[in-house]
T-cell receptor, first 111, second 113 residues
Framework: EPEVTQTPSHQVTQMGQEVILRCVPI?????FYWYRQILGQKVEFLVS????????KSEIFDDQFSVERPDGSNFTLKIRSTKLEDSAMYFC?????????FGNGTRLTVT | GESVGLHLPTLSVQEGDNSIINCAYS??????FIWYKQESGKGPQFIID?????DKRQGQRVTVLLNKTVKHLSLQIAATQPGDSAVYFC????????????FGPGTRLSVLP
């Protein structure tokens, strides 16, 4: 069964550094998403992406965040200057005419 | 305010019993609902979905019930097994395509031997 894959599985960075989280969505899917989950809490929407542009974003997704689909397969989330409170699991998801399919996430730890 | 994750509601059931996990959704305009299972260290895994033109849908060992009048969703798991132990989230979607899904706070299901 096709899967959403995310790399790295764990990223440790220092406060103020830039990080890029990478995702390969399921190949025939057209809608792409980033969600985050602070330890032990619920899954929170960050941004959705369709037709090479952001279709919706939450209040969390401020100017420090950006997304890109640099080629036909990858979908990336960049955090320009990380803060301690950015520490969380970041999940990529994709869909077509279907439920969201999630990857196993990248655990981001900001020290 | 936001609930603290460590105080996640927990449902404990005996192995072999049926489980019912409940979810109250927020928006009467939501027209598509999904139940996800999340095991430790993994991403949410799709279990079953239902659209607002239905009030019941069955899968393998799982049933989802939708009550639009009171904005309530439930997940029933028959003959609960140890592998069912996880956190279960409901998610609602207002528009069918390209819009975000809003997740509920989650319920931890613990299956006792």
């Amino acid at each position: 069964e096709p899967e959403v894959t995310q790399t790295p599985s764990h990223q440790v960075t220092q406060m103020g550094q830039e990080v890029i989280l990478r995702c390969v969505p399921i190949s025939n899917h057209l809608y792409f998403y980033w969600y985050r989950q602070i330890l032990g809490q619920k899954v929170e929407f960050l941004v959705s992406f369709y037709n090479n542009e952001i279709s919706e974003k939450s209040e969390i997704f401020d100017d420090q965040f950006s997304v890109e689909r640099p080629d036909g397969s990858n979908f990336t989330l960049k955090i320009r200057s990380t803060k301690l409170e950015d520490s969380a699991m970041y999940f990529c998801a994709s869909r077509d005419r279907s439920p969201l399919h999630f990857g196993n996430g990248t655990r981001l730890t900001v020290t | 305010g936001e609930s603290v994750g460590l105080h996640l509601p927990t449902l404990s059931v005996q192995e072999g019993d049926n489980s019912i996990i409940n979810c109250a959704y927020s928006n009467s305009a939501s027209d598509y609902f999904i139940w996800y299972k999340q095991e430790s260290g993994k991403g949410p895994q799709f279990i079953i979905d239902i659209r607002s033109n239905m009030d019941k849908r069955q899968g393998q060992r799982v049933t989802v019930l939708l009550n639009k009048t009171v904005k309530h969703l439930s997940l029933q798991i028959a003959a609960t097994q140890p592998g069912d132990s996880a956190v279960y989230f409901c998610a609602e979607n207002i528009k069918n395509y390209g819009q975000n899904f809003v997740f509920g706070p989650g319920t931890r299901l613990s299956v006792l031997p």
